[in-house]
């Protein structure tokens, strides 16, 4: 059991990085998107979603249907590549389309992930070539359970942009999920080669590894996650989890104590260390452990009965 840790781009206002056609984006769009990153910097979800919202407003434009449009290049067409119709308002500048991808952003953080993946698809309408929307959407789509879906934005965003270490990274974790852990190291390797210094990476990598029963390539990645982010409580239970498959038990409760102390929740970590603690002989101290995670999840009542069981049967193995 592990977390997901998926990697996020959140566009900044660079005039540089697209075409505005028809006209320069409203000052006042800007000071509202500017706004908007502000808040969401500083935990004011709301307030960053009606910043957004103003922006998105300001940079549309009404214009009548019969008027024609340009295209990317300023030529004159009969119909505009960025045009979203409601009514009588058409977008006509493709900024909007990063405010569309913030406040997707805003409201996937807020647990609100069809109206992210809403956000992202107007992103999309709007800039198909734009790579962080397809990038956010998957891990909005996974929240949903679309994990497939969410491979091919991933794929598309990586078409887009060939080193995008974000996206490989993300592809990576979820080619995990699915069982790909092949494609997944493929994915987390080229991750690493394009950035070497982001502890999400090699803790993704590091439970690829651990399924492969490659543990001491495991236990390197996990230790340099701890090194890259030294507060990463899952970083913890995965070397922890890895220690114990190798029979280190007391090295693993050292890595399982560090996980609950930075992350009193993580109840995988309180099973694994009363398994532990099992193996060792110290029933009682086990017991505690049990008890934690019983009251964080009682529906593994069973389970963790099933797993104590194993453990008592190893260490009566061990001693044969």
Known sequence: M????????????????????????????????????KKAQQGDLEGAIEEYSRAINLSSRLQTRNQPARNSANSFTGADPFEVSHDDIR????????????????RYQ???????I???NEAIR??????????????????????????????RAIALKKDFFQAYSNRGSLHHELGNDDQALADLNRAIALKDNVADTFYHRGYAYLVLNQWDASIKDFSRAIELAP??????????????????????IDD????????????????????????????????????????????????????TELARHLRRMGKQ
Not at 92 to 105: C, E, H
Not at 132 to 137: F, G, I, Q, S, V
Request: glycine content about 6%.
């Open 110 to 116: 807020k647990g609100d992930y069809p109206g992210a």
């Open 126 to 155: 709007i800039r198909p070539a734009l790579e962080a929307a397809y990038l956010n959407r998957a891990a909005a789509l996974v929240a949903t359970g679309e994990n497939q879906a969410a491979v091919k934005d991933l794929d």
């Open 231 to 252: 507060t990463m409580a899952w970083a913890y239970h995965g070397r922890g989890t890895v220690l114990m498959k190798k029979g280190l038990m007391q090295q693993a």
């Open 118 to 120: 809403s956000d992202f």
């Open 91 to 106: 977008i006509i500048d493709p900024f909007t389309a990063n405010a569309y991808n913030n406040r997707g952003l805003v």
């Open 256 to 307: 399982f104590n560090r996980a609950v102390e930075l992350n009193p929740e993580i109840v995988w970590a309180y099973v694994n260390r009363g398994l532990a603690k099992v193996f060792l002989g110290k029933e009682e101290e086990a017991q505690a452990d049990f008890a934690k995670c019983l009251e964080l999840r009682p529906e593994l009542k069973d389970e963790l009965a099933e797993k």
């Open 2 to 37: 592990r977390r997901h840790l998926f990697s996020f781009v959140v566009l900044a206002f660079v005039i540089s990085t697209f075409t505005v056609v028809h006209a320069q984006t409203p000052d006042a769009a800007i000071k509202h998107f500017k706004t908007g990153l």
